[in-house]
RNA sequence: GAGGGCGUAGCUCAGUCGGUAGAGCAACGGCCUUUUAAGCCGUGGGUCCCGAGUUCGAGUCUCGGCGCCCUCACCA
């Protein structure tokens, strides 16, 4: 059967039988392996060399990644989140007294060896039944071997948490990308470079929280489970509540709340909106995804594209380090200012003939294999720069100025009611977000919801949202408005080729095992 | 939804023309106080994704199913 398991809960066992507990408690004041090589500059540690100050003592803790056993000496390289450090536990340099650290918590009660805790001897014997992928602390001074490897030798050994599973392959680690994603867990522990995908994530959304506290938004939490679903044209998941019997949606988009918000007096909003649509699952789409939404009170479209630049310029530059970052064979430069495109004349310059031209764009479109007949002009127009102008906005470009039917929310352009005050930054081909000049006119915005609904027809169960038309009779400030794909930013910046690479847990069908 | 690719030991992968399943790492037993993917000697380990079929014989060929990846479509 799966002997290894079987291997490694024996070794649990004969832990417990030294009266020590394979999965200890606290162990705090830890210093990370990233500083202990920092601190280790200084001390000017020749090879062979074990320091003997204080400045050299350190509290380590990790998961064992590589093990060698050389008798009477073990090295092992721990992980923690900062880096890798080698340890080295040595049997006569480990002292008795305490077969676990000072304050370490994982002797045994009521066991043989508990008073006055076990012996140096005990500490070795638990060292020699490591696994790879136990989780252990140490206490200890620092060094360099012989080769001049930066290494923690023991004084005291801990043993923090024991594997009974083993890990992946010491040197490949988990490559195959179901695995990868079905057990992240070990994709995390067995391979940095995933990790640190997720940390950057974090830093990218606290970057952009830094951004927005900085230019006097406030972060609010609108509803998820929604009884009318809106904001967005997408098909939506479906749920119920069982008291209230009541059907609900899980949000496509927070925007007809936030827009409450700005009704309300919250002059200035944000959120980092999980938004759920059940649409086809493709490398830029997972059912579930993080919107950043955020609305202006007094502000419109040109101040979401500065905002925009300095979110996702401002996170290359100073998360990542660079306005220059590789994704795949291209290298993508955010340097700040982004053009400011036309639609109408970006369609001009690459498709050969301007968009008014209905007829041309009708026959392109047939080239293009398209069904155009029952399709709408604007329809039709958009698949045509999607398939021709979209494959050039490779460096950041904000599309400016899309035709107004496309657009049920945003405020016509003063010059010309043909278009609307919207925009799309596009990176790498890619839409990576939304904004407009918010429509605040109830009574049109009453009417284009309802058009967009007869446009829909029956294939959805939309319905008119009266209350978010009611609290624009209310008086919405003029607004600009913002979302950004934060998942796909985060692809960007971190040059990962999948959405799911940058989500912990991607949605995959249950495993049959 | 359509097309293509992949699925073999815990992990990473070989497996020729259809002929009784292989390696490295990991594991197990032994040796080793300066290793670096440690090394040396020895040992064990398989639902070849699942199910049918063809065949004397299937990891390999055929059909069906499941899962994952990619492209296209839908969508955003």
């Not at 077969?99 to 076990?118: C, D, E, I, Q």
């Amino acid at each position: 059967m799966s002997d290894q398991i079987t291997d490694r809960k024996a070794k649990l066992e004969k832990i417990r039988a030294l009266g020590v507990d394979p999965y200890g408690g606290r162990f705090e004041s830890v210093t990370k392996n990233a500083a202990i090589r920092a601190a280790s500059e200084p001390l000017n540690i020749e090879p062979g060399q074990i320091v003997e100050s204080d400045a050299a003592r350190f509290r380590a803790a990790g998961r064992v990644v590589l093990y060698r056993d050389i008798g009477s000496l073990i090295f092992m390289t721990v992980r923690d989140w900062t880096g890798d450090l080698q340890f080295g536990v040595s049997k006569k340099m480990l002292q008795g007294g305490a077969g676990v650290s000072p304050g370490g918590t994982n002797v045994l009660p009521g066991s043989a060896g508990v008073s006055p805790a076990v012996g140096g001897d005990t500490t070795w014997k638990v060292a020699k039944l490591l696994d790879l992928g136990d989780i252990v602390g140490i206490d200890g001074r620092l060094g360099r071997t012989k080769t001049g490897e930066l290494t923690l030798w023991a004084s005291h050994f801990t043993l923090l948490s024991k594997a009974v599973r083993p890990p992946p392959e010491k040197y490949h680690g988990l490559t195959d990308v179901e695995a990868r994603y079905r057990r992240r867990y070990v994709d995390l522990f067995a391979s940095p470079e995933s990790q640190r995908v997720f940390v950057l994530r974090a830093r990218i959304i606290d970057y952009a929280r830094d951004v927005l506290r900085r230019r006097g938004f406030i972060e609010v939490d609108t509803p998820v489970l929604q009884p009318i679903y809106g904001g967005a044209a997408a098909r939506p998941f479906e749920t119920h509540h069982n008291t209230l019997d009541m059907k609900l949606y899980l949000r496509i988009s927070p925007e007809l709340y936030l827009k409450r918000c700005l009704v309300g007096g919250l002059e200035r909003v944000y959120e980092f909106a999980r938004c759920f649509r059940n649409e086809g699952i493709s490398p830029r789409h997972n059912p579930e995804f993080t919107m950043l939404e955020l609305y202006q009170a007094y502000g419109d479209y040109h101040d979401m594209m500065d905002i925009t630049e300095e979110i996702i310029a401002g996170a290359a530059r100073d998360v990542i380090g660079s306005l220059k970052i590789k994704f795949g064979e291209r290298e993508i430069d955010y340097t700040p200012p982004w053009p400011r495109r036309r639609y109408t004349e970006l369609f001009a310059e690459h498709v050969g003939f301007p968009l008014t031209d209905l007829a041309k764009v009708r026959v392109r479109a047939r080239e293009l294999g398209m069904e155009e007949k029952k399709l709408d002009d604007v329809v039709v127009i958009s698949k045509v720069f999607e398939h021709h102008v979209e494959p050039h906005l490779v460096n950041p470009t904000f599309v400016i100025d899309y035709p107004a039917p496309l657009c049920p929310l945003t405020k016509r352009h003063p010059q010309d009611p043909q278009l609307a005050l919207r925009f799309e930054p596009y990176i790498n081909s890619m839409e990576i977000g939304n904004a407009y000049s918010e429509l605040n006119d109830p009574a049109i915005q009453r009417e284009n919801l309802g058009a967009q609904l007869a446009g829909e027809g029956d294939e959805t169960m939309r319905v008119m949202d009266e209350d978010f038309c009611e609290a624009l009779e209310h008086g919405m400030p003029p607004a600009g408005g913002l979302g950004i794909g934060i998942d796909r930013v985060v692809m960007l910046l971190t040059g990962s080729p999948s959405i799911r690479d940058v989500l912990l847990f991607p949605l995959q069908r249950p495993e049959c095992r």
